[in-house]
């Protein structure tokens, strides 16, 4: 018989957090088999078409398969293997780990470490009709647009309004489906308000305080039900729209994809704000069962660039403790890693995981929760994060520190940088030529416009994943304004031609003529429209109508 | 549904082998490389099986083989996760009625 097989380090799942893991160990000389049970690696990262938040060092502002096919790349440099079509059965006695290949060859090996990266699972919502054809999660959804390229639709229900709810909503705009609504059970948008503003310039009603009731048809969808909710989430009778829809896709959040780690014994506590229960681990990313790590969505749903960071973590955990990383160094690389999560989960939408995370380390060293009362009043504290149900007013725009003064957008062009939320984000930072925009001193902290330095040159719009800046020019002419913004959809506009400007809520405002179409190779497919409008409607046309023929 | 020709960020279609597979008798056309259920998505089918007790339809859910909600008969298998099944050349695809498996018959109940 063939000897068993052994590895040093066996990472289960290819994911941000399982390439990264697997990158750091193999750096430092790690032997690493990565295994995946789908036919590619890369997670969902290939199907992220959208431009990252981060920093520099996450490659902020490129595009999530741009970030995978870099990852990739890294892996093959270190010599990591990767076996794909592997199924991780479970562990067996002795630490024997037991693969099923290609769905009929079984094999076993030890390992003498294991990364678990398996990610996570879209949660389901059950309503009348819910497992009618053409009721999906948006994770599928976001799957057949965007690898497969086959729209699941033509005329599509949201419901759940945090980021993933947000971005495929735009993203199955960008695929030429229509949106007809997103709900939103809770009274505020819970995703980043940024993301909500490309939408709702795109004219997709946000519905908060509302859930779907049923979904209606045949052999599948052709009419969705949604109801208003009170404050206890009780449907209001009476209060009810029908909409006429093929297809509603279903972001709710997402489940620590724990069945592995279960199995391994790990053990597992509730953590809400992290996605429910998920196995403990210590700062080393190490779980309760001595040898396993955990890293990614598996140990708290997050998104991808903690999970890269908490994979290299673990990866040069297990590097330390095979011996192939000395303690100092070891110490100071881990500190790194520490100092890049905790900036990623800086800011008011990370504070309620970052407090769990802290809990999670406690907990894993069986320390009393010392922390808990002092957290919360700093929670409070911190938590100024403001709800909103809807793109807020001109107003409030204006009192942050990005959006440029009266007299300032009177002397010329000026970039509008409408990003009032304090998340992890700063490429706008390093676009500007001009050092005009400050970001200080944490990552999370709100982009500062130093209006006498901006020259309205605009090549902050494309770099913004958010797309939040817009450039302002009073003086286009005498009688005419000029506003820049970011565009995705096809087709382009023409130049020369006329279009219908919308405001922030993708309300028409008045016709505009496009003056200029910059499709620059280093804006990355964001192009960066210029219309010519009336004055008076500088603070106020932030896009255009979608073009929807090409005729 | 229809397929996406042109996109602003992922840019045109890519060339692709076109393959002939065979739905419930019916010659369709797919791409090499596509799922299953992407090609018949893409060529309007949308029920892809009725359930067992109450003949229920059902589709495509989760997309990544983890309901089995878009289970068919593939070349007379039955169960057959369509979402994470690529279609091969002159494949035959069939509705599954219950679970697909009486006497190798697929009868409604």
């Given at each position: 018989m063939e000897r068993m097989r052994e590895v040093e380090l066996l990472v289960i799942g290819a994911g941000p957090a399982g390439l990264g893991a697997a990158i750091e160990a193999s750096r430092y000389g790690v032997k690493v088999l990565l295994v995946d049970d789908?036919?590619?690696?890369g997670g969902q990262l290939f199907k992220q078409i959208h431009k990252f938040f981060g920093s520099k060092e996450h490659l902020a502002g490129t595009r999530g398969f741009d970030i995978g096919l870099h990852l990739l790349k890294e892996a093959d440099s270190q010599g990591v293997e990767i076996s794909l079509q592997?199924?991780?059965?479970g562990t067996m006695d002795k630490d024997v780990i037991s693969l099923l290949v290609k769905e009929r060859e079984m094999k076993l090996l030890k390992a003498k470490r294991i990364v678990l990266a398996t990610g996570g699972i879209e949660k389901a919502l059950s309503f009348p009709?819910?497992?009618?054809?053409?009721?999906?999660?948006a994770g599928a959804a976001q799957t057949l647009i965007n690898?497969?390229?086959?729209?699941?639709?033509e005329r599509i229900l949201m419901v759940g309004s945090g980021n993933v709810g947000l971005i495929i909503s735009y993203q199955l705009l960008q695929a030429g489906?229509?949106?007809?609504g997103i709900v939103e059970?809770?009274?505020?948008?819970?995703?980043y308000l940024v993301h909500a503003g490309k939408v709702m310039r795109a004219g997709v009603p946000i519905y908060t305080s509302h859930t779907i009731k049923e979904a209606r048809g045949?052999?599948?969808?052709?009419e969705v039900v949604i109801t208003a909710l009170d404050r206890r989430w009780n449907p209001i009778k009476g209060i009810e729209k029908t909409f006429s829809a093929d297809t509603v896709c279903i972001s709710v959040g997402l489940n620590p994809n724990g069945q592995l780690a279960s199995l391994a014994g790990c053990e597992f506590k509730f953590f809400p704000e992290l996605g429910g229960f998920l196995p403990l681990h210590d700062d080393n990313m190490e779980?309760?069962?001595?040898?396993i790590y955990i890293a990614g969505d598996l140990s708290g749903i997050e998104e991808a660039n903690s999970a890269l960071d908490e994979g290299r973590l673990a990866g040069i955990s297990v590097a330390a403790s095979l011996g192939y990383i000395d303690s100092n160094r070891f110490a100071k690389l881990k500190e790194d890693y520490w100092d890049r999560l905790n900036k990623l989960r800086g800011g008011p939408f990370g504070h309620k995981r970052s407090i769990a995370k802290k809990k999670i380390l406690l907990s894993s060293q069986q320390k009393?929760?010392?922390?808990q009362e002092i957290d919360c009043i700093e929670l409070e504290e911190n938590t100024k994060l403001k709800n909103y149900k809807s793109i807020p007013s001109l107003k409030e725009f204006q009192e942050f520190p990005g959006y440029p003064s009266l007299s300032r957008i009177k002397k010329g062009a000026v970039a509008c940088i409408e990003c009032i939320q304090e998340i992890p984000c700063d490429p706008c930072v390093a676009a500007c030529p001009f050092k005009a925009i400050n970001i200080n001193p944490y990552i999370t902290d709100l982009p500062y416009l130093d209006e006498n330095k901006c020259?309205?040159?605009?090549?902050?719009i494309a770099s913004c994943p958010g797309q939040a800046i817009f450039v302002l020019n009073y003086n286009y002419s005498s009688e005419k304004a000029a506003i820049s913004f970011p565009y995705e959809y096809l087709p382009y506009p023409k130049i020369g031609g006329k279009a219908v400007g919308v405001n922030r809520k993708g309300e028409p405002v008045a016709e505009v003529k496009i003056v200029k179409v910059d499709k620059r190779a280093n804006f990355d497919k964001t192009a960066v429209i210029t219309i010519a409008c009336d004055k008076k409607y500088i603070n106020q046309i932030r896009s255009i109508e979608r073009i929807k023929d090409d005729a | 549904m229809k397929r996406i020709k042109e996109h602003p960020i992922l840019g045109k279609e890519e060339k692709r082998k076109k393959i002939k597979i065979v739905v419930n008798g019916k010659n369709i056309y797919a791409y090499k490389g596509e799922t299953i259920a992407a090609a018949l998505i893409a060529n309007?089918?949308?029920?892809?099986r009725y359930t067992h007790r109450f003949n229920l339809p059902r589709g495509f859910?989760?997309?990544?083989?983890?309901?089995?909600?878009?289970s068919m008969i593939v070349n007379g298998v039955p169960?057959?996760?369509?979402?994470v099944t690529r279609v091969e050349e002159g494949m035959i695809i069939e509705t599954q009625?219950?679970?697909?498996?009486k006497d190798g018959k697929n009868e409604r109940s």
């Open positions: 789908k036919d590619k690696p592997t199924k991780v059965l009709g819910w497992n009618l054809p053409g009721v999906m999660s690898i497969e390229r086959v729209l699941p639709g489906a229509d949106v007809v059970a809770g009274s505020s948008i819970t995703g045949g052999k599948s969808v052709e779980s309760t069962k001595k040898g009393e929760m010392r922390y020259k309205g040159c605009g090549v902050c | 309007g089918y949308r029920d892809f859910f989760c997309g990544i083989g983890q309901c089995t909600d878009c169960n057959i996760r369509t979402c009625y219950g679970y697909g498996d």
